[in-house]
């Protein structure tokens, strides 16, 4: 297991090596395990950059993000122009029905609502915007719609871990709670997890995954 001290060096050096980030703008401590991320990024992307970075170091178990965007004077916009750029870029996004997603945006803080069918829809949407010229943060509001058929579901998201785990999809259990997926059972790696995971969330209408999947070895 890292230390305190381990771990604040690996955060750091992963920030140096995004580049994308200022790393030398950004703050680091560590403490049982919980990283804190403090000082002044140019951008929303970049303040995205930074916390993905950190949370890509194995061992940190949270993340505290306390880093101000500050606007360069030559990115600042009003909100109505923020929200003209916003619109404009999801119109342009395939992944996305056309006005499925509602745009709000105050002092450059964009919020997305609506609804649709997919999470990465949902995702698409986000990662549309964040990195638009003048925004200072995005808030995802943005609903997935239930399933039709909850049976469905859970049979789809079966049938994806056999494609998928193939040798682990015997040993995961799937349930259908409402909108909520709740996996269990045992996997060989965290890669076949996370793939049961991904599958579930494929599923239309699914809102929340618990994954209680056990990795062994």
């Known amino acids: 297991m ?9 955060v750091m050096e992963e ?10 703008q950004i703050g680091v401590s560590v403490k049982d395990g919980i990283a804190s991320l403090s000082g002044d990024v140019g951008s929303f992307g970049e303040k995205w950059d930074a916390e993905s970075a950190a949370q890509r170091v194995g061992g940190v178990k949270g993340l505290a993000v306390d880093i101000r965007v500050t606007l360069p004077g030559s990115d600042k916009r009003n909100d109505a122009d923020i929200a003209q750029a916003v619109e404009n870029v999801l119109q342009w996004t395939s992944l996305l029905p ?15 609502a609506g609804e649709v069918d997919w999470d990465y829809q ?15 943060g995005v808030s995802d509001q943005i609903a997935l719609k239930p399933a039709v058929s ?8 079966e049938a994806a871990l056999r494609r998928r785990a193939k040798d682990d999809a015997k040993d995961i259990t799937v349930q259908v709670s409402g909108t909520d997926v709740i996996l269990s059972g045992t996997s060989h790696s965290w890669a076949e997890s996370e793939l049961a995971r991904n599958a579930a969330w494929s599923a239309p209408g699914v809102r929340q995954v618990v994954n209680n999947i056990t990795v062994t070895h």
Do not use: C, F, P
Request: charged share 25%.
């Open 98 to 112: 056309l006005d499925s997603v509602k745009v709000l945006v105050e002092n450059g803080w964009v919020t997305l």
């Open 122 to 136: 949902r995702r698409s949407a986000t990662r549309a915007v964040r990195y638009l010229m003048g925004v200072t």
């Open 15 to 24: 920030l140096g090596w995004e580049a994308s980030v200022n790393a030398a």
């Open 2 to 10: 890292k230390t305190d001290s381990q771990l604040q060096h690996d």
């Open 150 to 157: 909850l049976s469905v579901v859970k049979d789809d998201i």
